[in-house]
């Protein structure tokens, strides 16, 4: 008799993916709707890129709707989770909080302004985002809130300082939301990636990829699919006793000495 094949990891849940038009955040999303998961693709000004997301996604049988927000509003946090639960009837199981900025500024020249458009964006978006999803979970049997930090929440990179002190606020935040939120049954996760590999990065930077290259054990850049995994483990019924935790996703680079 064979067996039957096992239910999609992801199976019955619904996702709301932030920043979900390109890069990793798209591949997050496709990812957990591989698994089974509907999934709502957040994008702010996007909306073409999103809505390719979203079509994929239904294209192969799956469910999926374009929502948009500048989470940078923190009433807009909260109605975009609104509309989320809307959309899946009352049904939020999984956050994934991935809008982010990267400006390459130098700290000497860096204003306020500067400083806040990164900060808001990074991490005050994932404070109200989690805050928003998190009171809706914990009135309906609890869920899952990865954000996306960086390695460079431990290891500082010229120009991102603005960047890495967010990041690095970002993974203590999941930890504090971890210890608080976790009597819910809500699980918080951060996934640090190294370098991912994106279209025109080995022409725009050649010597940073070759010396990523040379420093990373396993050979090779990040994929965005790398980091959509570890999302979709973390949201996952395996990883049900892992929360706090900082999921390094960056192929063996930060276990290089630096001496």
Known sequence: MTPSPPAPLLDGQTALV???GGGIGRAIA???????????????????????????IRAAGGRAVVLQADLTDETACHRLVE???????????ALVNNAAVQPVQPLPELTAEDWRTVVDTNLTSVFACTQAAAAHM???????????????????????AH????????????????????????????VSPGLIDRPGLTESW????RRWLAAAPAGR???PEDVADACAFLASPLASWITGHDLVVDGGVTSRPTW
């Open 30 to 56: 496709l990812r957990f709707a591989e698994h089974g998961a509907a999934v709502a693709v957040h994008c702010r000004t996007a909306l073409a890129a999103a809505t390719q997301v979203a079509d994929r």
């Open 221 to 223: 850049l990040g994929r």
């Open 138 to 160: 914990r009135a309906h049997d609890g869920g899952t809130i990865t954000h996306i930090a960086s390695i460079e929440a431990a290891h500082p990179a010229p120009g991102h």
């Open 206 to 209: 050649p010597d940073g990829v």
């Open 163 to 190: 960047y890495g002190a967010a990041k690095a606020a970002v993974v203590m935040h999941a930890r504090a939301a971890a210890l608080e939120y976790g009597p819910d049954g809500i699980r918080v996760n951060t």
């Open 83 to 93: 509309e989320t639960t809307a959309w899946s009837g009352g049904h939020l199981t």
């Open 18 to 20: 932030t920043g979900a």
